[in-house]
């Protein structure tokens, strides 16, 4: 059994594929040019013509697989001699199909599947022993045949109907299966990388929609932060409010009692008031029942007045008189000493009168 492996990096060529990585025989350019370029093979001759590159493998029972980077009109081939017989798994834009080449003469062989091809698909040709030729991408079996054409050649490698860059392969095997284990792990092998590829786009199907469920619970936590402090900012003022209203109530509160306080005043003010105004009542009706039952004393009150009125004006008189006798009395000086011209009889008159007055106005009479 003798596997081949190539994953061609290495420097780049224009000339020739060179020596593969597994350290094997060289590649040989059936017909046209080979090379490298950015570590994966390409046709560098004029397109227009299928030409075919190969390792040998020293085996007819084997499976051929590589990754296409830039689709085209190209494939991979098997039980290959020369560029005119070969075993041909064609690749072109929107399907695949299996070709034999006979001196020169390509025939279809098996049916043709119509699909959608992309960069990046691996491909994988296999023929065993019992001549069953089949064509899977990435680890999907797409076409497959029977036909013994070259099924003793020892040559794989692929073939290329396009030329540039565009068109390249990249990781490059043959597995030989003629004991049919290595069918078998090759199988599982294409199998695991299939499921790897699909798990790897649900990874990425899941990442996305963790940062899309991230950027949404961003967006909730922002909408719940500001809700928050809008609910702070509520609170606030209702706390605000609630004890200006209880300042409020604090001072209704003391007017209460303070009008509770007047009311009560007022009422014992009222309410003296009222014994006030019930005794000047029984006082006056104690007067009227005293001037009923005394009819005398208005007359009494009136004699009692006249007499008042008479001493009064005695009395006003008495204090005239006074005021005289004082006046004359200041005409002398009291020893004895005669302040003006006067005689002592004219002394004597005025000495008389104002003793008289002075009787008059003490109640003796002149």
């Known amino acids: 059994m003798a596997n081949r492996t190539d994953n061609f990096n290495r420097a780049n060529s224009t000339a020739a594929l060179g020596t593969p990585s597994d350290g094997g025989s060289d590649w040989v350019a059936a017909a046209g040019t080979w090379g490298i370029t950015s570590n994966k093979s390409y046709k560098v001759g004029a397109g227009g013509l299928f ?3 190969y ?3 020293s085996t007819s029972t084997a499976d051929v697989q590589a990754t296409n980077t830039g689709p085209g009109n190209t494939g991979l081939c098997c039980r290959l001699s020369d560029n005119s017989n070969f075993i041909f798994g064609q690749i072109v834009a929107g399907g695949v199909a299996l070709w034999k080449g006979v001196a020169g003469t390509f025939t279809q062989i098996g049916a043709t599947y119509t699909g959608s091809i992309a960069a990046g698909d691996v491909w994988k040709l296999t023929c065993d022993a019992s001549n069953n030729l089949k064509l899977y991408q990435n680890g999907v079996l797409r076409v497959s045949a029977t036909d013994a054409a070259g099924s003793s050649n020892t040559k794989h490698g692929y073939c290329d109907y396009t030329s540039g860059s565009s068109v390249n392969w990249d990781d490059f095997s ?5 004991g049919g284990g290595a069918r078998t792990l090759t ?5 695991a990388i299939q499921a790897a590829q699909s798990a790897t786009a649900s990874m990425s199907a899941g990442v996305q929609a963790a940062r899309t469920n991230t950027a949404t619970t961003d967006a909730a936590v922002q909408a719940a932060q500001s809700a928050q402090a809008s609910l702070n ?4 003022k209702l706390s605000q409010a609630a004890a200006s209203l209880d300042a409020a109530l604090r001072k209704a509160n003391t007017a209460t009692a303070s009008v509770s306080a007047q009311v009560q005043s007022g009422t014992s003010v009222s309410v003296a008031a009222d014994a006030a105004v019930r005794a000047s009542a029984s006082t006056a009706a104690s007067i009227d029942a005293a001037i009923a039952r005394s009819p005398s004393v208005g007359a009494s009150l009136a004699a009692a007045i006249a007499v008042q009125r008479v001493l009064s004006a005695a009395f006003d008189g008495a204090v005239l008189e006074r005021r005289w006798a004082t006046a004359a009395m200041g005409a002398y000086v009291y020893d004895g000493t005669v302040a003006g011209p006067q005689s002592p009889s004219r002394l004597r008159i005025g000495v008389a009168a104002v003793l008289a007055a002075a009787r008059r106005v003490g109640g003796t009479k002149p």
């Open 55 to 57: 390792l040998e493998a």
């Open 51 to 53: 030409q075919a590159a």
């Open 233 to 236: 900012a509520a609170v606030l």
């Open 174 to 178: 043959i597995t030989d299966t003629a």
């Open 187 to 191: 199988t599982s092998l294409a199998a």
